[in-house]
């Protein structure tokens, strides 16, 4: 079974990722599905849609839940009937759950050059740190759209904007984190934030 990756940021939050190699079948074989998901996946257009959605109960498994575990509010963000806290993302061939005590939200992207063209419609105060002409420009850009991603998760409000609301500071790759802040309805949200790359992605993660 393709788990990835297993890491804990602190004592009460885990990380799994997963690399989607399997096929649709074999995802789907092993699990077991309530009628409403079983309704969703078929419904997919996009097989590797299908193949993240299958991924993440995979994951689910490997935290001891099962699909009738997980539930979701009316602003789509999903919930564990025990409680913690669950954040889920996949872009096409890994997926990730974040599981804690807290508040948390996570992301994984892939770094693309097209996203250099949609910069302007997520990035406003970070330009004022950001070099264009610079080697890691893509994988920053990346790393602020994960990270904004994420605070969206977790936040769950309709009617936040990237650009607007959220602001990340100016960071180092290697460094793996950053403070982000959510600026909305003068109120100000204070986040640590995290990422790492693996295999041409990005995954960034928030806790509370």
Not at 101 to 113: K, N
Not at 171 to 197: C, P, Q, S, V
Request: aromatic fraction near 14%.
């Amino acid at each position: 079974m393709p788990l990835y990756k297993t890491f804990t940021p602190n004592s009460q939050t885990t990380v799994k990722i997963w690399k989607i190699t399997e096929s649709y079948d074999d995802l789907m074989r092993p699990i077991s599905l309530k009628p409403e998901s079983l309704e969703r996946v078929l419904g997919m257009k996009s097989e590797i849609h299908q193949r993240g959605f299958l991924s993440v109960r995979h994951l689910l498994a490997e935290f001891g839940y099962t699909d009738i575990d997980l539930f979701y509010d009316a602003n789509g963000k999903p919930h564990l009937k025990d409680g913690k806290y669950i954040s889920i993302t996949h872009s096409l061939t890994f997926s990730a759950i974040i599981v804690s005590e807290h508040e948390v939200g996570i992301d994984i992207e892939m770094q693309r050059e097209k996203i250099k063209i949609i910069a302007h419609k997520f990035v406003d105060y970070e330009f004022d740190y950001l070099n264009k002409s610079a080697e890691d420009y893509i994988k920053k850009l990346t790393v602020i759209w994960g990270i904004k991603e994420s605070l969206y998760k977790l936040f769950a409000t309709p009617g936040m904007l990237f650009r607007e609301h959220f602001l990340v500071v100016p960071f180092m790759l290697e460094d793996g984190e950053t403070i982000a802040w959510i600026d909305y309805e003068h109120k100000k949200y204070r986040y640590n934030t995290y990422f790492l790359e693996f295999e041409d992605f990005t995954c960034a993660y928030v806790t509370t």
